[in-house]
Structure formats: C-alpha cells, structure tokens
C-alpha cells in the first residue's frame, strides 16, 4: 500500500536554485522521514520530523509538517549538482513496529 | 562504523529458479527490514524482523518468498521459484529500534529474472 505521494514526479533545475518537493500522505502518522537514492544505490537517511514538529532543519535543507493537512515539504537551498538524486518521503505509523511506508519519489535534476 | 552489507550485489536467474540474498546490518542494531524496490517506485517493505523475530510480514508473498535472522545477527531472504515481476531491487536495511529512527540501507542486490 502506497502512503505517501510525491509531488512533482521530476524536477529539473539549475545549480544555486532552491528546490522544493511535496508529500502528502492518509493516515496518522508518528514521524516523517526523508530519503536520498542516488543513481543505482541505497538509500540515505536526510532528515526525520516527529508528528508534534511542524519544522526541521538539517544545513541546506529544511522540512515542513502539517499535520492537520497531512502533508509534508523539503526544501533543498542553494542546491548543487550533487544533489541530483531521487528523493523520497516514508511515513512511520503510530503503531509499535514503527514500520515505513515510502512514496513513490521525486526525482531530482540539478545542471552545472 | 561499517554499514549494512549485502550480497550478491547483481544476480541474473532464469524464472522458476531459486536465489538468496544475504544481509548483516550495523552491529548492535535489533531490526532489520527487507525491502523490494521495483524501477521507478519506492522500497516496499516485505518483511521486518526485531531480533531474531518476525513483526510484520504482511507483505512478503509467501507461497514463493522466505527470509530467516537466525541468531538475531545476518539475515537471508529467499525467492523460490522466481516469476519475471521479482526482478527488482532488494534493500535491506536496520535500525537501532523500530519505532521514530532512521533506517540505515545496504547497497541492495539488483535481481534480474529472465
């Protein structure tokens, strides 16, 4: 079952830009997690921000939660060609097994 | 602090063929998840263990897939037999606890069936 989706799909941008990536999910969460899956690898853990945080900050990047509209934002600033990547939300339920339902993905372009 | 390894990291079968995929997560670490990563969607997780016991299985198909953490350490998931739509990506990651903390993910094993 699918939790989380992402908005926009793609995102193309220039170096130095900011980017902006949404997520928006359906049932109650306990926290909101972000990952970054570069081409052909793992994924990295970026940023976690509990149900009761409605911001989050992490050096380039800042998270947003509202819960009342069950939707979350990353914010990447000042990006680089390094970030070019696929970006993912995953929502922890309030169940006990703290199990994570990922979205399907934004992916990320940054030109040099 | 090593990561979490995983092997093989490729592996091309032939459908009705069996596989298996080994993991060992960060030292220390009681949970450890299977993911399943098909091109273009997001990991979907096919089976959590915390320590050497299952906690959510709910997803793993399991007339064909079966996955062990014997001793609460490494973990092996198996596929038998392969059907063409298992070709996908099989992450397998752990965390301290499971509930509010990061997941940290092995490289993946990239599962082909022809």
């Known amino acids: 079952s699918q939790q989380g989706e992402e908005d926009p799909q793609a995102l193309s941008i220039q170096e130095g830009e900011n980017a902006t990536m949404n997520c928006s999910y359906k049932?109650?969460?306990?926290?909101l997690q972000w990952y970054r899956q570069n081409s052909g690898r793992g994924l990295v853990h970026l940023i976690l921000i509990r149900s009761n945080e409605r911001e989050k900050h992490s050096g380039r990047l800042r998270v947003t939660l509202d819960t009342s509209k069950k939707s979350s934002s990353l914010l990447i600033t000042a990006s680089r060609a390094a970030d070019t990547a696929s970006y993912f939300c995953a929502t922890g339920g309030s169940g006990n097994t703290g199990k994570l339902i990922f979205g399907q993905g934004t992916t990320l372009q940054v030109k040099p | 602090e090593a990561g979490v390894a995983q092997s093989p990291r490729y592996k091309i079968i032939e459908k009705r063929q069996s596989v298996a995929f080994w993991c060992n997560p960060i030292s220390g670490h009681a949970t450890l998840y299977w993911y399943q990563q098909i091109l273009g969607q997001g990991p979907k997780l096919l089976i959590q263990?915390?320590?050497?016991?299952?906690?959510?299985d709910s997803q793993l198909p399991k007339d064909r897939f079966s996955a062990e953490r014997l001793k609460g350490v490494d973990s092996t998931l198996k596929i038998q037999p392969a059907k063409l739509e298992d070709s996908a990506v099989y992450l397998c990651?752990?965390?301290?606890?499971?509930?509010?903390?990061?997941?940290?993910f092995g490289p993946g094993t990239r599962l082909t069936v022809l």
């Open positions: 990651a752990s965390s301290l606890a499971p509930l509010g903390n990061e997941q940290f």
């Open positions: 049932t109650s969460i306990n926290n």
């Open positions: 263990f915390q320590n050497n016991g299952v906690v959510d």
